[in-house]
């Protein structure tokens, strides 16, 4: 690509012309990444799932005080489990049952107690910095108000709740820069009562929550419906238009565009980029699939980036059914369905992201685009970052019409710059980099 000539108009004093365009993407797997990705343990998960469907049922509405059978049963595990993998972290890591009474709702009949059990790893530079990855554990049949009937949930979802618990393990002897939760939630067939109440606690506290990731049918790439079996694909559903978009903010939006640049578009775009080898995060531009969501859903709707990973192809015969032969056809959601493999890979890919996002400076904050003038160039302005290794920043831009970033501009340690590019003609984004290389996610500016 040609050569652009860039101002900087920085507090320090001017700059020469700088040669931009490099391709976008982000660096590649550090060291410590790959030793985390060889340590997650597809013979561990396996156990995970099959002591969770060991349970019988994990419906919200089944007991909470039977030490073999039942929610309750599930939820004490979890936690000890966690509370052990807790003792490798030198104290950084801490594990709470966050509960409370969830009133009559829906499928809620009476009043019940939810749990979510939180591990949370302390980041060791800028812990106020916080990303969060869930899995539910409640599970259902077919009538989603049945607490008996045994309901074994193994790819919805004791899938997700190997990866985070599987996460936490590995994660415990690390020293993230910034703090990374692993949370099992519940309540979420019953309507994300879980992850609501999490979300609202978070927000609640002015949480600085820069992504959050809900691992939901997790479970395998083979749909055991005679199409071909897709193990290295997995799906990551990110939304477009904010969820949490204000009226004056969607004023904006229609007059000069941004519907593929909300902050959980450029997350995606941040996991696609530092997905590891061995698999293949298909993007999908869409909150969640036709009549289905999720936990993340939670977040979002709290204004904070998130996002959904589910398995490539789903068998609605495995998922939400009562556990049954019918025609010679078995319905329930079994382990024999599951690929622990799988499930592993699926927990590599969120282990890359979380890790890539903590050892990066967070996403550049206040990014404004100066709109108050006619100009063929544009100027940027953002919140300076506080991460001790921070380096400078990255303009990127691309094609209105363009899916990903195209091109990308080093212009220092600054707080605003002014490129000679017509804000008209393309679509902008600030990223911030520390001094190793490692990139956050990209900010798309406000005007
Ligand atoms: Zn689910």
Redesign the pocket.
Known sequence: MSTRRTFLVAGAATAAAVAASTPARAAAPDRELRRILREIDPARVEAIVRRLVSFGTRHTLSAQDDPVRGIGAARDWIFAELERHATASDGRMTVEQQSFVQPVSPRVPVPTRITNVVATLRGSVTPERIYVVTG?YDSRVTDVMDAVKDAPGAD??AS?VAVIMELARVFATRRPEATLVFAAVAG??QGLYGSDHMAQAYKDAGADIQAMFSN??VGTGNAHDGTRNDPRTVRLFVEGVPTSETPAEATTRKSTGGENDGPSRQLGRFVKDVEPDEMNVRIVWRRDRYLRG?DHISFLLRGYPAARFTEPRENFNHEHQDVRVENGVQYGDLPEFCDFGYIARVARVNAAALWSLAQAPGTPKGVVIDATQLTNTTTLRWQPGTEPDLAGYEVVWRETTAPDWQHSLPVGNVSTVTVDLSKDNVLFGVRAVDTTGHRSPAAAPKP
């Open positions: 539910h919805d979802d997700g979420e067939e939901d049918i999720s």
